[in-house]
């Protein structure tokens, strides 16, 4: 459990109290509209319950924060490959085999396992609770970067930006076969299957259900029975790359829950003991949520994906 802290300062504008105060320090609106409703807030020596209430430039204020609740999932000493790391945020390039969050039949060895060691003392808390933010997701036996927020503003300014669609994923697959056009685009609404619910699905035109999504893609390589394409994420939902290839036919080598690999294929991917989607996140890109700096980030292709590769050229000779 974190150390509870004090906050104080003076409101630059005049505005409403939660957005002033949300300005004001490294809080989000959300953390600072709780922190009201249960008493921690004083204005001009003051206590106040009211989130919506005008407050005039010049006022002082006063935050208690109490210190974070410890979290549920425990600190785990899992070895991490991270890219960048700052007081704020904290970019993995995570191994395939490795889950991001606990879950049932996954309790404990996960990303924010190990990222509750790493960051020890360095999470300030998001929404209470001294956690890593988790704000987006890669699969288990999917590869590659993804960024975690360290405190409730850089959370907050994270989930905005992938709300909002303006964050740069590059994701390099290999698929069976190969795309009838050497780029273009997949879009289509996905939402869980209809006859398993373990799969996700592109769904008709006219669905109410699902989320739209769209992926763009070009054939970076063209092997005898498979092609090395990159993906980039319009949107990012759910297995989207997985279920967008697999919906026009190329689905993705090794991957069990969403296609068969051609026939020519199989045995090499038996030999290698190739049993993962190959699907890796090579790049990422944001907008840093507190500095307002651009970053973007790469992931070279794991040992085993360019060793699929390099076979593949073998096969093709």
């Known amino acids: 459990m974190s150390d509870p802290q004090v906050i104080t300062g003076t409101i630059a504008s005049a505005a409403r109290l ?4 949300a300005e004001a320090t490294d809080l989000s609106r959300a953390r600072v509209q709780t922190l009201i409703a249960e008493g921690h807030v004083t204005l001009d020596g003051s206590s106040t319950s009211s989130p919506s209430a005008k407050v005039a430039a010049g006022s002082t204020f006063q935050i208690d924060v109490p210190a974070a609740a410890d979290p549920v999932a425990q600190p785990q000493d899992i070895p991490l490959d991270v890219t960048f790391e700052d007081e ?4 993995i390039n995570k191994p395939a085999g490795m889950v991001v969050h606990p879950a049932a039949g996954n309790p404990d060895g996960t990303l924010v396992n190990a990222l509750l060691h790493h960051c020890r003392g360095q999470l300030s808390g998001i929404g209470g609770v001294a956690r890593p933010g988790i ?8 590869s590659g970067l993804l960024v975690v ?3 409730d503003a850089a959370h907050e300014g994270l989930a905005r930006q992938f709300a909002e669609h303006t964050v ?3 994701y390099l697959a290999i698929c069976g076969g190969h795309p009838s056009e050497k780029e273009g685009t997949i879009a289509g609404r996905i939402g869980r299957s209809d006859t398993n619910r373990k799969k996700m699905a592109v769904l008709e035109k006219n669905s109410s259900r699902g989320k739209h999504a769209v992926t763009h893609y070009k054939m970076l390589k063209r092997f005898e029975s498979a092609a090395l394409i990159e993906c980039r ?9 997985r279920v967008h290839c697999a919906s026009i036919g190329h689905a993705l080598l090794g991957d069990q829950l969403y296609g068969r690999t051609p026939k020519p294929l199989k045995s090499l991917l038996e ?9 890796h996140a090579a790049e990422l890109g944001f ?3 507190i500095s307002g700096k651009n970053l973007r980030f790469c992931a070279d292709l794991p040992e085993d994906m360019q060793e699929l590769i390099d076979e593949l050229d073998r096969f093709n000779r």
Do not use: Y
């Open 168 to 170: 740069h994923r590059r």
């Open 135 to 142: 704000v987006h997701r890669i699969d288990k036996d999917t």
């Open 287 to 289: 907008e840093h949520p």
């Open 149 to 151: 927020a360290k405190s």
């Open 88 to 91: 704020h945020l904290i970019v």
């Open 233 to 241: 994420l319009e949107t990012g939902r759910t297995h989207q790359v």
């Open 271 to 279: 030999a290698r003991k190739f049993a993962r989607q190959a699907l």
């Open 18 to 21: 939660d957005k002033a105060l």
